[in-house]
């Protein structure tokens, strides 16, 4: 049996866990991925990004560990990634279920095109692609924009 996963708030002290994950979540998932900033680069603005916006950011615990986090900004969400060794766990689920709670009657994404696992995540999710880019992104990458929207 796993443990329980607990969705709070993130704070400032989790910036460097965020930024870990992150790193490590899209090095496996999309490995050959053009890289617009360095690990350090990325460590600073998450740094100085997620105590900027509170009750945006989110992070999934287990055992006092963060094993997943998420921005969401009103209908929009920005980032949800989960470590590796965590993935397929039900952390993901756990999130997108407080992205929900937030934003009940709609969300939109963006995810790499190339990233089959976030694409099948979000399509079990009922997520449906509205749109597709040739690479409207830091990394210049074709990506796929979808749109969650609650049953009427």
């Known amino acids: 049996m796993s ?16 930024a870990d994950i992150h790193l ?4 496996e998932a999309t490995p050959r991925l053009a890289r617009a900033h360095t690990d350090d ?4 603005w998450f740094a100085g990004a997620v105590g900027d916006r509170p ?9 006092g560990l963060v094993v997943g986090y998420m921005l969401i900004d009103g209908e929009c969400l920005d980032h949800l990634y989960v ?5 397929r766990r039900g952390v ?42 040739a690479g409207e992104n830091e990394e ?3 990506d796929v ?5 609650a049953p009427r």
């Open 55 to 63: 009750s945006a950011w989110w992070v999934a615990r287990q055992n």
């Open 92 to 133: 993901g689920s756990a999130l997108l279920m407080k992205a929900r709670s937030l934003s009940p009657r709609r969300i939109a994404l963006a995810t790499f095109e190339r990233n089959a696992r976030a694409r099948g995540f979000y399509e079990k999710h009922g997520f449906r692609l509205v749109r597709r880019t």
């Open 24 to 27: 490590a979540a899209r090095a």
């Open 83 to 87: 470590r590796p060794d965590s993935q």
């Open 41 to 44: 680069e990325t460590r600073n």
């Open 3 to 18: 443990a329980a996963i607990d969705i709070e708030e993130a704070t400032a002290d989790d910036a460097p866990a965020l």
């Open 145 to 149: 924009r979808y749109l969650w929207e």
């Open 140 to 142: 210049g990458e074709p």
